[in-house]
């Protein structure tokens, strides 16, 4: 096994172009072979990994990974599946979002464990920032240029779960450049949903069918939505990637893994002139989501990844993010766990089904659906077993 005791301070970023684990841009299919040479790689070294299984501490009592204690927030769409199907404990009234991975001001985790528990994930972001060092990165960077580069450039990414009870707003984020410019510097919002449930005959709305600003105002303004929107079918297990300036909508009776950058930008279209329980309308942000909607844009497509067998899928990778899913089966980690190599700054991870345990450094922890946590960059190995699945990105 590696050592990892001599890694200084100084310890070099990993780049954008680094390796994602072991796996980069194949297909699912194609990421699942290379996943499972790896494994074969790194059998001796996985075995050796997870014999102890007398020594499982709980989360609580983990050390070297920041387990978060996700935010609630009440949603007019929102329901109790946050409860009844994840078994947090939600405030009162409808709760259509778990923030389960965030350091933005509207929802910022507080650290459950460890050295830093009780801070606030920007904080530890800020003060800590050494520990988002990934010692297999290029470029060497002092600790005082690292802890300035956080100070500027926010943790960059959000984690949710939503349960959406009944429907979103109609809705459209800016990119980057139109956030920074009307939105007091925010970061833009390009997110992307993984499908964790979905009742029967559900359909989702993304994109949109107009060719141009004037074509969609005239359509909206006879309300003829049905001819602008796109909505289509989904399923549990589908995947949608949707960059900023696509319109969208979340419909009821779905609960979806959000993966995103960390803004909470979002220009309401239509919101079914639907009123809280105080009567009023919540705000509609036209202007913004005319000047903000890519009307050349192709409309987005719905990936139906196989799952099926066990390992790394590769959901998505673009600029800001990449997303994997990991599906691990209680036969196949038995005889090997699996291992997840982190090149990057950090990795977010969510447990959406089952449970098992994770070694992380020599340490064993126990983890379990619902259960989401961030692997710091120092921490360059994960080893896996147990009935479960996860959704892992990295910026
Ligand atoms: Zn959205």
């Given at each position: 096994m590696k050592s990892f005791e001599n890694q200084t301070e100084t310890s070099p970023i990993p780049t954008q172009s680094q390796t994602a684990f072991?796996?980069?841009?194949?297909?699912a299919a194609s990421a699942q072979t290379k996943t499972q040479n790896q494994t074969e790689q790194d059998r001796s070294q996985a075995s050796e990994m997870v014999?102890?299984?007398?020594?499982v501490k709980p989360k609580e009592q983990a050390n070297e990974l920041l387990f978060l204690t996700p935010i609630f927030h009440e949603k007019i769409w929102g329901g109790r599946d946050l409860e009844t199907n994840f078994g947090y404990t939600v405030p009162d009234g409808p709760v259509g979002e778990c923030w389960a991975i965030s350091a933005h001001p509207n929802g910022d985790c507080i650290i459950a464990n460890g050295p830093y528990k009780g801070m606030r994930l920007s904080e530890v972001w800020k003060k800590?920032?050494?520990?988002?060092?990934?010692?297999?990165?290029?470029e060497s960077v002092s600790t005082e240029e690292l802890a300035l580069q956080h100070q500027k450039e926010p943790f960059p990414l959000l984690v949710k779960i939503i349960d959406a009870h009944e429907k979103l707003s109609i809705q459209v984020h800016p990119d980057d450049a139109y956030a920074a410019k009307h939105e007091n510097g925010s970061l833009g919002k390009r997110e992307c949903w993984y499908i964790l449930a979905a009742e029967p005959g559900s359909t989702i709305i993304v994109g949109q069918k107009t060719h141009s600003k004037e074509e969609f105002q005239r359509l909206m303004e006879a309300g003829a939505w049905h001819e602008i929107l796109n909505e289509i079918p989904l399923a549990a297990g589908d995947f949608f990637q949707i960059d900023p300036g696509t319109v969208h909508a979340i419909k009821g009776g779905t609960m979806v893994l959000e993966t995103q950058q960390s803004s909470d930008v979002t220009y309401r279209l239509?919101?079914?002139d639907r009123v809280d329980a105080e009567g009023k309308k919540r705000p509609l942000h036209i202007q913004q989501s005319l000047e903000t909607i890519d009307f050349a844009a192709p409309i987005p497509t719905t990936a139906h990844p196989?799952?099926?067998?066990p390992g790394l899928h590769l959901l998505e990778k673009n600029e800001t993010y990449t997303v994997y899913h990991l599906s691990l089966s209680e036969a196949d980690s038995e005889k090997n766990a699996f291992v997840v190599h982190n090149e990057h700054p950090f990795l977010c991870l969510s447990v959406i089904e089952g449970e098992g345990i994770m070694t992380a450094k020599e340490e064993t922890v126990a983890i379990k659906k619902g259960d989401h946590f961030i692997c710091p960059g120092l921490v360059e190995e994960l080893s896996f077993s147990g009935a479960m699945q996860l959704i892992i990105s990295h910026p």
């Open positions: 072991a796996v980069q841009t194949q297909t014999t102890d299984r007398t020594n800590a920032s050494q520990l988002f060092v990934n010692p297999q990165g290029a239509y919101d079914y196989d799952l099926s067998k």
